[in-house]
């Protein structure tokens, strides 16, 4: 099996194989919403980690779509490129190099604690636009990094206004920190923050 079809069933146009064995594109969106909606309300219901790391991270992932995918919470090993763009990932085998790195300079930097508003919003835009480059997992990236960074803003005394996030624009603003220009992400975030 190579390393494509370990993801996604033949010729399906790319539906990824499921413990479900949903076939369709739209139900397997559907049954990952379901999911991620349900695990989304019991992680808000704990509230954030003790210390927000990469194994956090991993559980997150794992709690979203472990019903659904055997990767769940594995990292990626093939390649991968941002949907309708140029935009290409990190490498498979630099992947948890460049976690560690991330996630050790997230603890020399306290987790982001501290900060005031417009500092905290740089150096999270700064780290997000790493987390999003780096796009550990195979599928669920968006997902599972929306979580962790709204567990680290609350963490670190603030709170992401979701329900006024327009998606699209995120997306275009995580893309262009990907590039290394973080200050589009950085005034999206900073607009959408306040404190707890």
């Known amino acids: 099996m190579t390393a494509p079809e370990r993801y996604t069933y033949p010729d399906s146009w790319g539906v990824l194989r499921n413990r479900r064995g949903i076939r369709g594109a739209q139900r397997l969106d559907e049954a990952m919403n379901e999911f991620v ?4 309300a019991g992680l808000v219901r704990e509230g ?3 210390v927000p790391d990469f194994a956090y991270l991993c559980s997150i992932h794992r709690r979203m779509l472990g019903e659904l995918f055997d990767f769940a ?5 093939v390649g991968a490129k941002a949907t309708g763009t140029a935009v290409t990932y990190c490498p498979p085998d630099q992947i948890r190099d460049r976690l560690e790195r991330l996630f050790a300079e997230l603890a ?3 987790h982001l604690r501290g900060l005031g508003s417009e500092d905290f919003a740089e150096a999270l835009a700064l780290r997000w636009g790493d987390l999003s480059d780096i796009h550990p997992f195979h599928d669920g990236n968006t997902r599972s ?3 962790f960074v709204t567990m680290l803003a609350w963490r670190a005394g603030y709170q992401l206004r979701w329900e006024d996030v327009d998606v699209d624009s995120l997306r275009r ?3 262009r920190a990907i590039t290394g220009d973080c ?3 950085r005034v999206f975030l ?7």
């Not at 919470?73 to 090993?77: N, Q, V």
């Not at 900073?190 to 707890?196: C, G, K, Q, R, V």
């Open 37 to 40: 909606s349900l695990a989304i």
């Open 48 to 50: 954030p980690p003790e």
């Open 73 to 77: 919470g594995e990292l990626r090993t």
């Open 108 to 110: 020399e930097e306290d």
């Open 145 to 147: 990094q929306s979580v």
């Open 173 to 175: 603003c995580r893309l």
């Open 183 to 185: 200050t589009s992400l």
């Open 190 to 196: 900073a607009s959408h923050l306040e404190p707890l």
